[in-house]
T-cell receptor
Framework: GQQVMQIPQYQHVQEGEDFTTYCNSSTTLSNIQWYKQRPGGHPVFLIQLVKSGEVKKQKRLTFQFGEAKKNSSLHITATQTTDVGTYFC??????????FGAGTILRVKS | NAGVMQNPRHLVRRRGQEARLRCSPM?????VYWYRQLPEEGLKFMVY????????ESGMPKERFSAEFPKEGPSILRIQQVVRGDSAAYFC??????????FGPGTRLTVL
């Protein structure tokens, strides 16, 4: 079945440093979605990427979808303490089941 | 438009008891998904339902777990004869179609 691998598992950064998490799928995806979960909270949808090579930005967050539609990345510029949480990618195959990566836990030291 | 509702938010059960978790999707959403999450781990897909139909239950344990989404009322995730290993957060999500999913606040199940 489809697998979605996400690295790194943990990332501790100093406030102001950049952060990147990477996502790789074993199969070609219809789209990829990113979610953020604050400690003790529930996942919240951030963005969806559909097109090959697509790049989208949300303020300090930059999302990329690979040319082969099998990998994606989320980059945060100049992290802030409000960025703390777990970032999940989730891949949708050409079907209807979303497969989540294991997530990257981001900790920001002020 | 209220978000996805889940209740109870916290549930404590003794080994061997039954746990019933409820999920009311957002208005207009016909797709419901259940996920399980262990502390500091990812979301594990359990089951995908539409009204009165189980579409994909490939993530559900074969025994003790069942799910339904009746024509009227919330979706129910039922765990019979709970064991300690069932302790986890159970999240429900809904979507209008095959796009972004809206998650509920989750039910934290503790099995004593």
């Amino acid at each position: 079945g489809q697998q979605v691998m996400q690295i790194p598992q943990y990332q501790h950064v100093q406030e102001g440093e950049d952060f990147t998490t990477y996502c790789n799928s074993s199969t070609t995806l219809s789209n990829i979605q990113w979610y953020k979960q604050r400690p003790g909270g529930h996942p919240v949808f951030l963005i969806q990427l559909v097109k090959s090579g697509e790049v989208k930005k949300q303020k300090r967050l930059t999302f990329q979808f690979g040319e082969a539609k099998k990998n994606s990345s989320l980059h945060i510029t100049a992290t802030q303490t409000t960025d703390v949480g777990t970032y999940f990618c989730a891949g949708l195959e050409y079907g209807n089941k979303l497969v989540f990566g294991a997530g990257t836990i981001l900790r920001v030291k002020s | 438009n209220a978000g996805v509702m889940q209740n109870p938010r916290h549930l404590v059960r003794r080994r061997g008891q039954e746990a019933r978790l409820r999920c009311s999707p957002m208005k207009g959403h016909s797709h419901v998904y259940w996920y399980r999450q262990l502390p500091e781990e990812g979301l594990k897909f359990m089951v995908y339902l539409q009204k009165e139909n189980i579409i994909d239950e490939s993530g559900m344990p074969k025994e003790r777990f069942s799910a339904e989404f009746p024509k009227e009322g919330p979706s129910i995730l039922r765990i019979q004869q709970v064991v300690r290993g069932d302790s986890a957060a159970y999240f429900c999500a809904s979507s209008p179609q095959y796009n972004e999913q809206f998650f509920g606040p989750g039910t934290r199940l503790t099995v004593l």
